[in-house]
């Protein structure tokens, strides 16, 4: 999961953990060491272990390599779409802080606010590609299926199974990275484009500071 200093003010038990893909049997090390003062110690060099799977599983997989390399493309994938989904939550966050000093720039406000407004519908954009129309869902109408829908699934019946992964499970994961690119490189192309452009007028207006700006 992206990086988050927010700490809950009481325990969650249901809230689950950060956690990796199960690994597969086989030989592993484990070592420690300290942190003190700024200085890392060894404490205890690599030592060897052998990782058994529990003869306890009703439908073992029968690659369990390939089981686990499937789960690691499915983590990677989750990975890049919740950094996608924290970039659009800062440029959200950036474009709020911009439409209040737009407000305050001793100029006619009108091309700065069309530029604002423009970046803010390509946001909107985006952000039904990724997850769909909230409004649809909403109103329970019907809807295609998204990319940040069909990983979701995926992760969530691939976390901690033994089992191999369905043909289900393999083609939604195709069909989410197939789609989730061309999503990608127009969140790219708004935050390294279309928001620099916007700032690069801010500052030539003298507007005040902007997060990131």
């Known amino acids: 999961d992206a990086i988050s200093l927010r700490k809950p003010s009481f325990y969650n038990p249901f809230a689950g953990t950060t956690q990796g893909t199960l690994v597969a049997p086989g030989t592993y090390t484990v070592s420690m060491s300290s942190y003190f003062n700024g200085e890392i110690k060894t404490v205890v060099s690599p030592v ?12 073992p997989a029968a690659d369990r390599a390939a089981k686990v390399t499937f789960q690691r493309e499915v983590e990677e994938l989750n990975r890049s779409m919740e ?9 959200d966050n950036k474009l709020k802080h911009i439409r209040a000093a737009i407000k305050m720039v001793e100029q006619p406000m009108a091309a700065l606010t069309t530029d604002a ?5 390509k ?5 039904r590609e990724l997850y769909g129309d909230r409004l649809k869902s909403r109103l329970d109408m019907s809807a295609p299926p998204t990319p940040m829908g069909r990983l979701g699934w995926v992760l969530y019946e691939q976390k901690n199974t033994t089992s191999t992964p369905t043909k289900t499970h393999r083609e939604s994961f195709a069909i989410a990275k197939e789609e989730f690119a061309p999503i990608l490189a127009k969140i790219r192309a708004v935050a390294d484009e279309d928001m620099v452009k916007l700032e690069e007028k801010l500052e030539e207006s003298n507007a005040p500071y902007t997060p990131g700006r």
């Open 117 to 121: 407004n423009n970046l803010d519908k």
């Open 48 to 59: 060897s272990f052998n990782v058994k799977a529990l003869n306890n599983t009703v439908l």
């Open 123 to 127: 946001l909107n954009d985006i952000k």
């Open 83 to 91: 950094g996608a989904a924290n970039t659009i939550r800062e440029l």
